[in-house]
């Protein structure tokens, strides 16, 4: 794929595995991180794309709607929620565990800001993570790469138990930090794969969006390095060798939403980065670096997605003490 490099990962060593593994609770209105590895076990730079933050019950927002390319596993320890995974609104409760799909836009909202609430997350690319095979057997590891899940297995299924012990395996190898703790934890993965694959967990073609990784990160890559400039429909078709109307199909099915609706949301949440950071002089000029050359344009479609004016936010940020200026 153009533009698109993976990282290879030799399976003898595996101290730069790609992995994110997070567990935090929220207890007496305080969110704490109980066990934060980025260190060792880091991401893809480009795993985490743009968040899609939006109004929907904001202030009782664990985890903003957003999405990434990676896949993520969640594991409710404590409390209920509700998880929003493309539009789709599932209660969840304590032993849960949540599977995101790659490019799947999704969030956590607790029910009550009063509530206590705990989660295990895992994050990883499975497309650097699986290594590749140089044997005539490609079918393995690739289809680990490739293979998307349903989003939901409740506790109360007979196998969850197998999940959970998987998740919580992990989540103690990476604490306890042994020698070889990467690739057991590499392993716990696999046996939560084969758990998945065992139970017929994977999605029914007929009920699932399409799984297009090459597509998608084609898509967000071009989109990213030109957000401050206008960017047509014909233009990243093109770009993505389709028709228009191709294009337009494809993208629906894969986003959820038009291409035009996916560029605002990705500008208002550029736009709020440059505002979190203090780096900029005027709300106009914010609003013409990511692509919006009417500023009542922009602080419209701001308010759209985030439930507040550009001017507004600004405000609440200071409030909040989270803007220099």
């Given at each position: 794929?153009?533009?698109?490099?993976?990282?290879?990962?030799?399976?003898?060593?595996?101290?730069?595995?790609?992995?994110?593994?997070?567990?935090?609770?929220?207890?007496?209105?305080?969110?704490?991180?109980?066990?934060?590895?980025?260190?060792?076990?880091?991401?893809?730079?480009?795993?985490?794309?743009?968040?899609?933050?939006?109004?929907?019950?904001?202030?009782?927002?664990?985890?903003?709607?957003?999405?990434?390319?990676?896949?993520?596993?969640?594991?409710?320890?404590?409390?209920?929620?509700?998880?929003?995974?493309?539009?789709?609104?599932?209660?969840?409760?304590?032993?849960?565990?949540?599977?995101?799909?790659?490019?799947?836009?999704?969030?956590?909202?607790?029910?009550?800001?009063?509530?206590?609430?705990?989660?295990?997350?895992?994050?990883?690319?499975?497309?650097?993570?699986?290594?590749?095979?140089?044997?005539?057997?490609?079918?393995?590891?690739?289809?680990?790469?490739?293979?998307?899940?349903?989003?939901?297995?409740?506790?109360?299924?007979?196998?969850?138990?197998?999940?959970?012990?998987?998740?919580?395996?992990?989540?103690?190898?990476?604490?306890?930090?042994?020698?070889?703790?990467?690739?057991?934890?590499?392993?716990?993965?696999?046996?939560?794969?084969?758990?998945?694959?065992?139970?017929?967990?994977?999605?029914?073609?007929?009920?699932?969006?399409?799984?297009?990784?090459?597509?998608?990160?084609?898509?967000?890559?071009?989109?990213?390095?030109?957000?401050?400039?206008?960017?047509?429909?014909?233009?990243i078709a093109e770009h993505c060798l389709y028709s228009v109307e191709h294009f337009c199909r494809l993208f629906r099915q894969c986003f959820n939403r038009s291409f035009k609706d996916y560029l605002n949301i990705c500008r208002v949440q550029k736009a709020k980065d440059i505002m979190d950071s203090g780096d900029y002089i005027s709300i106009r000029e914010v609003g013409m670096s990511v692509g919006f050359n009417n500023a009542n344009h922009f602080s419209n479609t701001f308010k759209k997605h985030m439930g507040v004016s550009p001017s507004?936010?600004?405000?609440?940020?200071?409030?909040?003490?989270?803007?220099?200026?």
């Amino acid at each position: 794929m153009s533009g698109y490099k993976h990282r290879s990962i030799n399976i003898d060593d595996f101290s730069d595995m790609p992995m994110c593994i997070l567990k935090d609770s929220y207890e007496n209105n305080i969110r704490a991180s109980l066990i934060s590895v980025n260190n060792v076990i880091r991401p893809n730079k480009k795993l985490l794309l743009g968040s899609l933050d939006r109004a929907m019950n904001a202030g009782k927002a664990f985890s903003p709607y957003h999405f990434h390319e990676g896949v993520e596993i969640l594991r409710i320890s404590k409390g209920e929620a509700n998880i929003v995974i493309n539009d789709r609104t599932f209660k969840v409760t304590e032993g849960d565990i949540i599977i995101v799909n790659p490019f799947e836009a999704h969030g956590i909202y607790l029910s009550d800001i009063g509530a206590e609430f705990e989660r295990t997350c895992l994050v990883f690319q499975p497309i650097d993570l699986f290594p590749a095979e140089k044997s005539g057997n490609l079918d393995f590891f690739d289809m680990l790469k490739n293979i998307c899940f349903e989003n939901i297995v409740s506790h109360s299924l007979s196998f969850s138990h197998e999940l959970r012990a998987c998740v919580d395996s992990m989540v103690a190898l990476a604490e306890r930090r042994e020698r070889g703790w990467q690739v057991a934890v590499f392993g716990h993965l696999v046996m939560f794969y084969s758990v998945m694959i065992r139970e017929d967990m994977r999605r029914v073609a007929d009920n699932t969006v399409p799984y297009r990784l090459e597509f998608m990160t084609k898509v967000s890559e071009f989109t990213e390095r030109n957000l401050g400039r206008s960017i047509t429909t014909e233009e990243i078709a093109e770009h993505c060798l389709y028709s228009v109307e191709h294009f337009c199909r494809l993208f629906r099915q894969c986003f959820n939403r038009s291409f035009k609706d996916y560029l605002n949301i990705c500008r208002v949440q550029k736009a709020k980065d440059i505002m979190d950071s203090g780096d900029y002089i005027s709300i106009r000029e914010v609003g013409m670096s990511v692509g919006f050359n009417n500023a009542n344009h922009f602080s419209n479609t701001f308010k759209k997605h985030m439930g507040v004016s550009p001017s507004g936010y600004i405000k609440n940020q200071k409030n909040m003490g989270k803007c220099d200026i």
